[in-house]
């Protein structure tokens, strides 16, 4: 038998001379597999030392040696002996456990059917031989393993081995072999069984697929048509990057892990839905994301694959495209380029209002900066007028804030070429955004009882259509406005006018009919829905507008009580009026000037930047969520530049991980800050004193109370707040 066993062709295939494995060693063993007469006599030949195939993998792979987990699936599929002890009484899975980086390896056998209860000569268990923490974790998930769990007449852990692609598998049971589902039968748990028959079909095909098997795939799904769930996944996997449960989906597992073109190809072909929702990532999204999200090192060519059949125009929850998720410092310009050929638009916002130049001139993506740059660079100065037209629509501001590599504005660049087609076409886009910005300000400030400044502003406006297809910067339409501040009149006149911006979706791929649904208004609902608006489109998180007027009928929970659906209907119309889109960009864009040069302790570069910020820098807390710039200072020592912020009237109370910056000075006991801190603190005081006395003899109705209070100790300096008057009286209810 031992001669046997290194005589053989698949002995051959599997020691490695050179000590590495051929990266399409898998592809060699399953041709030979496939063309042997008798397979399950050959992969259960032994060494003199009675070890098996398996161990001899174990023994010559190395970490991640990838090619390998494909052949464990293939000799479990033709029926090795998975648990054949050597000499030292060493099941393969022994020899897998001493490895590092051998997790999947291991998956492999326990999927087929090891037995992780068997003990070595020195009486370890395979548990006891790991070398990882995070390989302990996985392999406790995948006890008492699937054939205890049936004989054990468990249901519950039956239920979750299968969904972790474990497969029916046989085992020696009083001197002969018996399948599990014939074991099942004889434990008479109807439950169980039925499980796993209707398991069966999908499992063999799983099976079928991790081998990298595409002739048994096809097969398969002859044989067993819908009964095999193409779909399927991996419900409780869990990442290598932590030890959270995240389900993955077959085809996913093959382009990551298999980086197979020809099983991708089969699975696609088999209908395998790469755009399907995936709820549990975060943020949610189609499972294609994923590719980008959790596994960026999957070869280009396998990715562009996968998205031979993926929609690219769909979005995560946080109203990124796929496009975002694409490091463009990693990834090459050929990639990116395809990614777009295939649909997706540069000129598309996420649910902050950024396009991709802007996520990229955030995460400091020099490559990709200057390729979308150029991008919109081209379409503006281009010889394709439908591009630029259609490219209006979403991306007015883009083009009109556009830049070149050096930050000159597209307006001196066209001067510098003598390009006067270019500055013409600019100049018609500045009457655009004024015509656009007129529009929304009528919508939102007029009166609801008459159109008649809208139609002002249509007359003067060459190309009415075009400027209702024009969104602001959180994706909305004139008909998402008029829905948002809920004026029925200007709706339907709307609405009656202009039916092609029925369906028009916002950054978050939200219909006005998700609006008029989240404002429960069910009267107007109806209405647009009978004008044509479409009830199935779903927004980000897979949401129809009926699943938001159903959403918004039930009662509103205590905020720690809610269901993440209830929270994004309930609070969606609030939150949409409140939006400041352009500053939120404003605002994290200088956040990131100003924390570059604190931690450079760069004082002239903070006044530098200072002089540029033209907007109130104490509200950006409201717009940034990182760390307040005064505890940058403290945290990099950079006192001086904390006394300059606090001179240009940095609030000292904001907060930060529940305490305000005052009181951190305090703590860290530098006596200058302190003391610039209480001397800012009182000459505010004193102004805030001055503003009262003012207001007190100037108002007939006597002082404001502006003390200071425990809950808000820096009341007292706050200046007050006026707001203009608006230009009509208007209210944002129905009336």
């Keep these: 038998m031992a001669t046997k066993f290194k005589e053989s062709e698949l002995y051959a295939l599997l020691k490695p001379e050179s000590g590495e494995f051929h990266e399409k060693i898998h592809k060699k063993t ?40 494909p052949v464990i699936y293939q000799l479990g599929k033709e029926g090795i002996v998975i648990d054949t002890r050597d000499d030292q009484g060493n099941t393969a899975l022994h020899k ?15 999927r087929l059917g090891a037995n992780m209860e068997i003990p070595n000569n020195d009486g370890k268990y395979p548990f006891d031989m ?30 979750t081995l299968i969904e972790s692609w474990c497969f029916l598998h046989e085992r020696g049971v009083e001197s002969h072999t018996m399948d599990i589902l014939e074991f099942a039968k004889t434990k008479q748990n109807s439950e169980i069984i039925t499980m796993l028959e209707k398991a069966k079909p999908t499992l063999e095909y799983v099976k079928a697929t991790l081998a990298c098997d595409d002739a048994s795939m096809v097969r398969l799904l002859d044989e067993y048509k819908e009964a095999i769930d193409v779909n399927t996944q991996d419900c409780h996997h869990k990442t290598e990057y932590s030890l959270d449960v995240l389900p993955l989906p077959l085809l996913i597992a093959v382009a990551n892990q298999l980086q197979d073109m020809d099983i991708v190809r089969v699975l696609e072909q088999a209908k395998a839905d790469v755009n399907f929702y995936h709820k549990s990532m975060f943020p949610r999204g189609p499972i294609y994301f994923m590719l980008e999200t959790l596994y960026p090192k999957t070869p280009e060519d396998i990715v562009i694959r996968v998205m031979e059949e993926a929609d690219l125009s769909l979005k995560n929850s946080h109203g990124k495209t796929y496009l975002y998720e694409v490091n463009s410092d990693v990834r090459s310009t050929d990639f990116i380029n395809q ?9 598309e916002r996420c649910i902050v209002g950024n396009t991709i130049l802007d996520h990229s001139i955030l995460r400091n993506e020099s490559e990709g900066v200057k390729f979308y740059k150029e991008q919109v660079m081209a379409i503006i100065m281009g010889d394709d007028w439908e591009k630029r037209r259609d490219f209006i629509t979403k991306g007015l501001d883009m083009m009109l804030e556009c830049t070149d590599e050096n930050e000159t504005p597209i307006r001196e660049v066209a001067k510098q070429k003598n390009d006067t087609r270019t500055i013409e076409f600019l100049k018609e886009l500045e009457k655009i955004k004024k015509f656009h910005i007129d529009l929304f300000f009528t919508i939102v400030e007029g009166t609801e009882s008459t159109t008649v400044d809208i139609e002002h502003v249509f007359e003067q406006c060459p190309d009415k259509v075009q400027l209702m297809n024009i969104r602001d910067k959180g994706g909305r339409t004139a008909l998402h406005m008029a829905c948002l501040v809920n004026k029925v009149f200007l709706v339907e006149y709307l609405m009656n006018n202009f039916k092609d911006t029925l369906n028009c979706r916002d950054n978050m791929r939200r219909t006005a009919l998700h609006y008029v649904a989240a404002l429960d208004n069910e009267i107007l609902y109806t209405t647009l829905v009978n004008a044509g608006a479409d009830e199935t489109l779903k927004d980000v998180n897979n949401l129809t507008p009926k699943d938001y007027m159903g959403l918004n009928q039930q009662p509103v929970k205590p905020e720690d009580e809610r269901e993440p659906e209830e929270f994004i209907v309930q609070e969606m119309i609030q939150k949409e009026r409140e939006k400041r889109y352009g500053d939120m960009f404003y605002f994290q864009f200088h956040y990131n000037k100003f924390s570059k040069a604190i931690a450079e302790k760069n004082l002239k570069a903070v006044q530098v930047q200072m002089w540029k910020f033209s907007k109130n820098i104490n509200e950006m807390p409201m717009f940034v969520s990182e760390e307040p710039l005064l505890f940058l200072c403290l945290k990099h020592n950079a006192i001086d530049i904390a006394k300059f912020l606090i001179d240009k009237s940095l609030d000292c109370y904001v907060t930060w991980e529940g305490k305000t910056f005052r009181d951190a000075a305090r703590e860290s006991a530098i006596q200058e800050l302190i003391a610039c801190i209480e001397e800012a603190i009182r000459i505010k005081t004193l102004q805030a004193a001055v503003q009262n006395d003012r207001r007190s003899s100037a108002s007939s109705y006597g002082s404001l109370p502006y003390a200071a209070t425990p809950n808000a100790p820096h009341a007292l300096y706050e200046p007050p707040v006026y707001k203009p008057r608006p230009r009509k009286e208007f209210s944002v209810e129905p009336k």
């Design 130 to 159: 790991f070398t990882e923490d995070t390989i302990k974790s996985q392999f406790d998930a995948y006890t008492p393993g699937l054939w205890t769990a049936v004989e054990n007449s468990d249901p519950i852990a039956v239920k």
């Design 30 to 69: 399953l041709s030979f597999l496939a063309n042997t007469d008798k397979p399950t006599e050959e992969v259960n030949l032994v060494d003199e030392d009675n070890s098996t195939f398996l161990h001899l993998i174990a023994t010559y792979s190395k970490e991640e040696q990838e090619p390998l987990v």
């Design 96 to 110: 897998f456990a001493e490895k590092n980086g051998s997790w999947r390896s291991i998956q492999a056998l326990i």
């Design 339 to 347: 990614i777009l050929l295939k649909g997706v638009d540069i000129a």
